[in-house]
């Protein structure tokens, strides 16, 4: 894992995404806090949590280096207590940065689930494929539900596209608004990653 990640400091990627997933919120598991502070990396860490109850595994995470966390909304019956216990916690990066707090949204969870919670969140994490299920592709409202997040939340608002990215998608995903576009089988393809993330960066730049 360090050799692929010194390929990604080295295209000039700038985010590094972990998939952090209970097999309870979603069908896979993955991995833990562990994992996130074992990496060392340049990249900042973006803490993508998939999993039941997040509260009582945030300072986890925090300690682990996270930059950006995203919870889903629907993983808590108190997401706005999650966020604002976040909004408390310190980036042990770096004081000074603060950490993103972002909330996740499934292919099926309601957008109104954002009205609420608008005063205590940086990020807006959107599905384009349901997680936890291998070989999905974008779900083409994706594209419908950036823009409605953007009018009903703003331009400061960061939005993020996570699932079914890939090198023929990448650019019409960065045309509809998207400022952090998450892609993993298709920069980790076995064959040439460091080329696949060059090609990203260049299409979405474009
Ligand atoms: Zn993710």
Redo the contacts with the bound molecule.
Sequence with gaps: MASQLSLLEESGVEVL?F?VMDGRYCPALTFGAPMVAALKTSLLKDV?LMIEQPLGQLENFVAAGADIITVHADSTRHPHRVLQALGSMRNVNDAARGLVRGVGLNPGTPMETLQPLRDVLEMV?ILAVNPGWGGQRFIESTGERVRQVREMLGKDVIICV??GITRNNVAEVARLGADLI?TGSAVFDGKAPLDNARYMKAAIAL
Aim: a negative charge; charged letters at 30%.
């Design positions: 995404h998939d993508h994490l996570d699932g998450v």
